[in-house]
């Protein structure tokens, strides 16, 4: 069935404009990146770098990036960040505690360069936890955060399965009217109310929303 804003996950409002004003009721987003901004956790975003997000929306991306970072503790004993970018084939762009401050983690950030290609989902999230999750030596919470524009062209199902498997707690965002709702599902935890987010586009979702989210 076709998706719309607010149709799973997070409950947003859009009003007339379609500027994104609403807030997410999810309990455990909000405690993912608001309640434990120093609270240690290995967290990796897996980032969709294909043709169809665009060069324009991969930089959003990558604000929306830095906005959430500056407000985590970073650090050996806080929260470690990692970064894959992706499209035929995943890309570390980030590994996971190489970085002790929020100023050197947001400059990588901003270097990031736009892939292009195709969307392998599938490889991504096994790339990040073959290259990242598994090789980190701390025993604590595992986070990992898919987005996505449009459908992975390889299997997401399994390698998701086994991820979930080997503790690693998955969100999915889907960004656009090219996503599927049941590949979202597919990739997050259970329940899909708390762990699967869909938007209507980049602007609305990586600006606004989280402009006015981590300030809460």
């Not at 240690?40 to 604000?63: C, M, Q, T």
């Not at 990036?65 to 990692?82: A, E, S, Y």
């Not at 970064?83 to 270097?111: A, C, F, K």
């Not at 997050?188 to 929303?209: G, L, M, Q, R």
Request: hydrophobic share 40%; glycine share 8%.
């Amino acid at each position: 069935k076709p998706l719309t804003p607010c149709a799973i996950g997070s409950k947003l409002s859009f009003p007339v404009g379609g500027h994104l004003t609403g807030t997410l009721t999810s309990p455990w987003f909000y405690l993912c990146f608001l309640g434990c901004r120093t609270a240690p956790a290995d967290l990796v975003f897996i980032l969709d770098g294909s043709y169809s997000v665009g060069p324009e929306n991969f930089e959003i991306i990558k604000r929306w990036l830095v906005n959430i970072t500056r407000n985590f503790d970073i650090g050996p004993k806080f929260i470690q960040v990692g970064v894959v970018q992706y499209s035929d084939y995943p890309v570390l762009e980030i590994p996971l505690g190489s970085h002790e401050s929020t100023e050197n983690l947001i400059r990588e950030m901003e270097s990031i360069h736009y892939l292009g290609g195709n969307t392998k989902t599938g490889r991504a999230i096994q790339f990040a936890y073959d290259h990242l999750f598994a090789k980190s030596s701390r025993f604590l919470t595992k986070i990992a955060v898919v987005l996505t524009d449009g459908k992975s062209q390889d299997e997401v199902k399994d390698v998701a399965a086994e991820a979930r498997k080997n503790k690693i707690t998955l969100f999915a965002i889907g960004v656009g009217s090219e996503i599927e709702e049941d590949e979202l599902k597919a990739i997050a935890n259970k329940p899909s109310s708390t762990y699967v987010f869909y938007v209507e586009d980049y602007i609305h979702y990586c600006i606004e929303f989280f402009d006015n989210f981590v300030k809460q």
